[in-house]
């Protein structure tokens, strides 16, 4: 169980600010959060190393890269043994496809998130790809009409 990282006004706002813009310089955010340099450098570095900052990435648009169908799958697993779930975890790892996988309570085991160019696209990532997998007893697939919301920063 991961310990709950106790958080000061001035450190949310630094994580409120960086979730918008990882870009900022240091000076910037100081200025924005209303703290010194110094300081600010210092909470960040902390935070890093607290594993509450993670890398800095950029979010790319998947449809202006040919990347415009989303599709969840649900997945469920022949077996619930320990080498199954396993092996197909470090399979799906290995899927540049599947953008987020998540082990889910319910009628299925797992949930992907995949981004394909088109349905056909999605076609043979399902069917040459994902559901080769020897673990995989069935599958069940959601499309998505359109983004309403996507966020990814956490709320504070």
Known sequence: ??????LDRIDREILKELQVDA???NQELAERVGSSAASCWRRVKALREAGVLGPAVRLVDPALLGRGLDVFCEIRMKSQN????SAFEDFIALQEDVVACYSISGDWDYLLHIVARDMKDYERVLMRG???????????SKFVLRRIKFQTSIPL
Do not use: F, P, W
Not at 1 to 6: A, K, L, R
Not at 82 to 85: P, V
Not at 132 to 140: E, G, K, L, P, T
């Open 23 to 25: 870009e900022l310089s």
């Open 1 to 6: 169980m991961n310990t709950v990282i106790q």
């Open 130 to 140: 994902i559901l080769n997998h020897d673990a995989i007893a069935n599958s069940s």
């Open 82 to 85: 320990r080498e199954s779930r």
